[in-house]
Antibody, heavy 117, light 111 residues
Framework: QEQLVESGGGLVKPGGSLRLSCAASGFSFSSYFMSWIRQAPGKGLECVAHISSVSGSTIKYADSVRGRFTISRDNAKASLYLQMNSLIAEDTAVYYCARGFAPFDSWGQGTLVTVSS | QSALTQPASLSGSPGQSITISCTGT?????????VSWYQQRPGKAPKLIIS???NRPSGVSSRFSGSKSGNTASLTISGLQAGDEADYYCSSYTSTSSPAVFGGGTKLTVL
């Protein structure tokens, strides 16, 4: 059974940085595209980034985070990362790690990021 | 504002069928058969219920079905049950610079 476990969320001041991690197990991690999807409180879903399988050579970002967030992966550790810099209040959300993209067929439980002074 | 348009809310009685629409453009829904649907219960992560327009993952009830016509995709839930009460989101691959697009979500209430 595949499992995705996010970590690294927390409270950060505007302009600060945070690094999210996602530990994958139960499937061949390197074979799958991986994505980060966020959900602001009471709002809908937004895919903020995805990264291709194996080499991770194909990366896409949502306009709202491009230039501030960086997605990466370590296939040897079966882990996905999201480096978030220059955080703003609008980045406050639950961040989910998900396997694949279009469709996202497995999701983690999410980690809450709160940007506030 | 979400890239895909869904009704904000829908309701139905047990046993009825309901259909949730999801409208996009030729750059997403209309151009590709990579439409997926997700069910999200309060406080939980979304769950994939339909992939590639009309495929049900293993374990998903046959009461859930998907379709697409032009730039609009649809999710139909037949034989509505109390347990179907949840938020439903559509998503699609997009040829734009975005990684994927979602609808704003539809809150389904079972009366």
């Amino acid at each position: 059974q595949e499992q995705l476990v996010e970590s690294g969320g927390g409270l950060v001041k505007p302009g600060g940085s945070l690094r999210l991690s996602c530990a994958a197990s139960g499937f061949s991690f390197s074979s799958y595209f991986m994505s980060w999807i966020r959900q602001a409180p009471g709002k809908g879903l937004e895919c903020v980034a995805h990264i291709s399988s194996v080499s991770g050579s194909t990366i896409k970002y949502a306009d709202s985070v491009r230039g501030r967030f960086t997605i990466s992966r370590d296939n040897a550790k079966a882990s996905l990362y999201l480096q978030m810099n220059s955080l703003i209040a609008e980045d406050t959300a639950v961040y989910y790690c998900a396997r694949g993209f279009a469709p996202f067929d497995s999701w983690g439980q999410g980690t809450l990021v709160t940007v506030s002074s | 504002q979400s890239a895909l348009t869904q009704p904000a809310s829908l309701s139905g009685s047990p046993g009825q069928s309901i259909t949730i629409s999801c409208t996009g453009t030729s750059s997403d829904i209309g151009g590709y058969n990579y439409v997926s649907w997700y069910q999200q219960r309060p406080g939980k992560a979304p769950k994939l219920i339909i992939s590639d327009v009309n495929n049900r993952p293993s374990g998903v009830s046959s009461r859930f079905s998907g379709s697409k016509s032009g730039n609009t995709a649809s999710l139909t839930i037949s034989g509505l049950q109390a347990g179907d009460e949840a938020d439903y989101y559509c998503s699609s691959y997009t040829s734009t610079s975005s990684p994927a697009v979602f609808g704003g979500g539809t809150k389904l209430t079972v009366l």
